[in-house]
């Protein structure tokens, strides 16, 4: 129950707080993972769920699709926290150049409720975020994996919004929208946010 002292200080009842830790603790196992990397030493707390967003890309080819995948990860070093946003990126196209793959993900909006966030780049492999390997599980073997560093805040508001889309910065721009039935992955965002950032 980590910042117990700092709820009740900000008014919250103590009554309501255990009991959301409570319900928290009894389903987080469905809805969120977390793990302990022994070679770094960090405990990773993960949605199982992440959100999935796609866009047509039918001047590639015929029923041609982008996906982007996203996932929160709370980074505990020894009580430290750090947040970050993992973005999966994969085609159904054949073969893409990797490098085409990662285009326009150096900065990527997020629009929650119609409200921009951008997210920067922190890098392209889990030592970004200090694991010694992958925390969420790759959609296809030949994915492009991205971390974005993210405060609590912008993890809350995304998790609070009703719609979300996200948007590349390459050349030109790409929209992306949320696939249609998300409610595991939004119960599970609730969950991380419940569980790491409330």
């Known amino acids: 129950m980590r910042g117990l002292e700092n709820k009740v200080a900000a008014g919250y009842p103590l009554t309501l ?5 409570f319900v928290a603790c009894a389903s987080s196992s469905q809805l969120i993972d977390e793990v302990f990397d022994p070679v770094t030493a960090v405990t990773v707390t993960i949605s199982k769920t ?4 796609y866009r047509d890309n039918p001047s590639r080819a015929a029923y041609a699709r982008n996906y982007l995948h996203l996932g929160p990860i709370e980074v505990n070093r020894s009580g430290s926290y ?3 946003f993992w973005i999966g990126a994969w085609t159904t196209l054949q073969t893409v150049d990797p490098v085409e793959q990662r285009d326009g993900l150096e900065s990527v909006i997020v629009f929650a409720d119609g409200e921009p966030l951008n997210l920067e780049l922190a890098g392209w492999s889990p030592e970004t975020i200090g694991t010694s390997e992958h925390v969420y599980v790759r959609p296809v073997a030949d994915a492009i994996d991205a971390y974005y560093q993210v405060t609590a805040d912008q993890i809350r508001l995304i998790a609070a919004a009703t719609d979300i ?9 790409r929209t992306y929208e949320l696939w249609d039935d998300q409610q ?14 409330f």
């Open 50 to 53: 992440p959100l999935l967003f």
């Open 165 to 173: 889309r996200l948007r590349t910065t390459g050349t030109p721009p």
């Open 184 to 197: 595991s992955a939004h119960r599970s965002l609730d969950e991380f946010v419940l569980n790491s950032v």
């Open 82 to 84: 750090e947040y970050f």
């Open 17 to 21: 707080i255990l009991l959301l830790s």
